[in-house]
C-alpha cells in the first residue's frame, strides 16, 4: 500500500473531526530509522497539523537537549509548528484525545518485531513497567521475529488493550530498507502489524541450514551510534551462531558505548557462568 492510502486508513479509524482539531502524534526517538518526516508530510495534507501535538517516544533512553533540538529541526522543516513534547519515563504523562503511533517493522532481538505497538506502549512506559516487560526477555521464546508466544510481545499486547480502552488509537507502520520505505500500512494498531511484519520478515530474515562456525554482523545507522544500540548486530544474529562459534560485531559507536548500566553488571559477571549465578 502507498503511504498516502496508508494515512487515510488511519485516520479512518479515529472519530470524525480529528483531521479539523487535531490529534497527538507519537513518534519515535532519534535511535530509530523510522521516516516519520514521511508521514507528516502525508499529513499535512489532510490534517491541521497546526492543532496536533507531537509526543517523543523513548522509552528509558535519555537524550541532551541538544540532540532533541536537532531532531525536532529536521522533522519539522517546511511544516506548521507543532509543539514537541519528550517522554519522561521518570514522570510518564497521561495521553488526551485520540493518538496516531507512526512506527516502523523490523526484527526485534526480544520483542519479535517493532512497530508502532511498541511505540505506543514501550515508548511511553515508566522505568517500572519497562522493567517488568523486559525481564521476559531472558525466556527462550523472546527471539527475534516471533510473536507468538513470546512473553514480551504478549506483555506489550496486553498494554495496548489497556491503551486501546481508554482512548482511540490508530497507526502507520512503515517497512524499510535504510531511508527506503519499502511498504506502508494504516488503521488499527494491531491489524497493520501482522501484514508489516510479513514483510518485514520476508525482508530481513534469512534461514540457513545449520549454526555457522562464524558469523560478522555489520551494523548501521542510528543504532551504530552506541555500543548499547549495536548490541542488537549480536543479539539478532547470535542464533545463527553454533555453540563455541565466534560472532563480531562491526559498528562504528561515535557515541561510545552510551547508557552504560548493562557495563556494571558485565564487571560483576564476567563469564556466562558468573552471570548465571547473579
Not at 497527538?24 to 523510522?34: A, E, G, I, K, S
Not at 528509558?60 to 531532531?71: G, K
Not at 493518538?99 to 523490523?106: D, F, H, K, Q, R
Not at 512473553?151 to 490508530?170: C, F, K, N, S, Y
Request: net charge neutral; proline share 6%; aromatic share 6%.
Amino acid at each position: 500500500p502507498s503511504l498516502a492510502a496508508a494515512v487515510h486508513a488511519a485516520l479512518s479509524v479515529l472519530p470524525d473531526g480529528c483531521a479539523r482539531d487535531g490529534l497527538t502524534l507519537l513518534v519515535n526517538d532519534p535511535q530509530r530509522h523510522t521516516d516519520t518526516r514521511a508521514v507528516l508530510q502525508c499529513l499535512a495534507g489532510c490534517v491541521r497539523l497546526d492543532r496536533c501535538h507531537i509526543r517523543v517516544a523513548t522509552g528509558s533512553h535519555r537524550f541532551s537537549m541538544d540532540l532533541r533540538r536537532q531532531f525536532e529541526r529536521q522533522l519539522l522543516d517546511g511544516l506548521p509548528a507543532v509543539p514537541v513534547a519528550w517522554h519522561d519515563p521518570d514522570a510518564p504523562a497521561a495521553f488526551d484525545g485520540p493518538l496516531l503511533a507512526i512506527g516502523s517493522v523490523e526484527p526485534h532481538y526480544f520483542a519479535g518485531f517493532t512497530g508502532a505497538h511498541k511505540t505506543c506502549t514501550i515508548g511511553f512506559a515508566s522505568c517500572a513497567a519497562i522493567e517488568r516487560n523486559h525481564a521476559f526477555a531472558l525466556s527462550p521464546s523472546a527471539r527475534p521475529g516471533r510473536l507468538a508466544g513470546n512473553p514480551v510481545h504478549e506483555g506489550i499486547l496486553q498494554m495496548l488493550g489497556d491503551l486501546e480502552r481508554r482512548t482511540p488509537v490508530a497507526a502507520v507502520n512503515l517497512v524499510q530498507a535504510g531511508r527506503r520505505i519499502l511498504g506502508a500500512f494504516g488503521g488499527r494498531v494491531g491489524e497493520t502489524l501482522s501484514p508489516a511484519a510479513q514483510l518485514a520478515g520476508a525482508t530481513f530474515l534469512r534461514q540457513i541450514d545449520s549454526p555457522a562456525d562464524a558469523v560478522v554482523a555489520e551494523v548501521s545507522g542510528p543504532l551504530a551510534r552506541s555500543f548499547y544500540q549495536a548490541d542488537k548486530g549480536i543479539k539478532n544474529n547470535e542464533w545463527s551462531v553454533r555453540d563455541g562459534g565466534t560472532l563480531v560485531l562491526l559498528a562504528d559507536c561515535p557515541d561510545g558505548i552510551g547508557q552504560d548500566d548493562f557495563v556494571g553488571l558485565l564487571r560483576q559477571a564476567p563469564t556466562h557462568r558468573q552471570a548465571v549465578e547473579t
